[in-house]
T-cell receptor
Framework: KNQVEQSPQSLIILEGKNCTLQCNYTVSPFSNLRWYKQDTGRGPVSLTIMTFSENTKSNGRYTATLDADTKQSSLHITASQLSDSASYICVVSAQTGANNLFFGTGTRLTVIP | NAGVTQTPKFQVLKTGQSMTLQCAQDMNHNSMYWYRQDPGMGLRLIYYSASEGTTDKGEVPNGYNVSRLNKREFSLRLESAAPSQTSVYFC??????????FGPGTRLTVL
């Protein structure tokens, strides 16, 4: 069964600290993996996309990693800011199937001053 | 460009009432989607339209109908609202293959 699991469910960190969010998936055949950021009361916005051949990709203070062998991805946030407070959703695309997107339930990150 | 717009932003219905959620995109995308998001659950696909003139059921289609009015617009209709349909509804669009762009959402409460 195609599934995406994220951990932790929620996380509270101090401003300026780093954190890492995890995503494990069983989606097959794998096409790509996206991390979305969803601010409270808004729709998700894509942060980065990882394809099978990519191990690491950065977008400012956000760095995503992918291990296609173990089917794991992580999102590392460096020097957190209050504006990083949001839910982070991992979305995995399968290569086949008309309905081929699988969503994680998200990690709720709260950055406190 | 406005991206993906949704109306209304908030709605309260009584059980049995009907309503239509509107969605429009100005990015010339072929594909459009309707999702619902409930606490503790991921986004779940209700219906999608891979291209103008086509619609298909997603994971949770029961109690909903959709219309792809033209390439820009994709509406979601609740014919007889139920409390279980209380949720936040998101519309999204994408090129045939690629990133999905989401609207701001509609918060629906069914009493």
């Amino acid at each position: 069964k195609n599934q995406v699991e994220q951990s932790p469910q929620s996380l509270i960190i101090l401003e300026g600290k780093n954190c890492t969010l995890q995503c494990n998936y069983t989606v097959s055949p794998f096409s790509n993996l996206r991390w979305y950021k969803q601010d409270t009361g808004r729709g998700p916005v894509s942060l980065t996309i990882m394809t099978f051949s990519e191990n690491t990709k950065s977008n400012g203070r956000y760095t995503a990693t992918l291990d296609a062998d173990t089917k794991q991805s992580s999102l590392h946030i460096t020097a957190s800011q209050l504006s990083d407070s949001a839910s982070y959703i991992c979305v995995v695309s399968a290569q086949t199937g008309a309905n081929n997107l699988f969503f994680g339930t998200g990690t709720r990150l709260t950055v406190i001053p | 460009n406005a991206g993906v717009t949704q109306t209304p932003k908030f709605q309260v219905l009584k059980t049995g009432q009907s309503m239509t959620l509107q969605c429009a995109q100005d990015m010339n995308h072929n594909s459009m989607y309707w999702y619902r998001q409930d606490p503790g659950m991921g986004l779940r696909l209700i219906y999608y339209s891979a291209s103008e003139g086509t619609t298909d059921k997603g994971e949770v289609p029961n109690g909903y109908n959709v219309s792809r009015l033209n390439k820009r617009e994709f509406s979601l209709r609740l014919e007889s609202a139920a409390p279980s349909q209380t949720s936040v509804y998101f519309c999204a669009s994408s090129p045939t293959v690629g990133e999905q762009f989401f609207g701001p959402g509609t918060r629906l409460t069914v009493l």
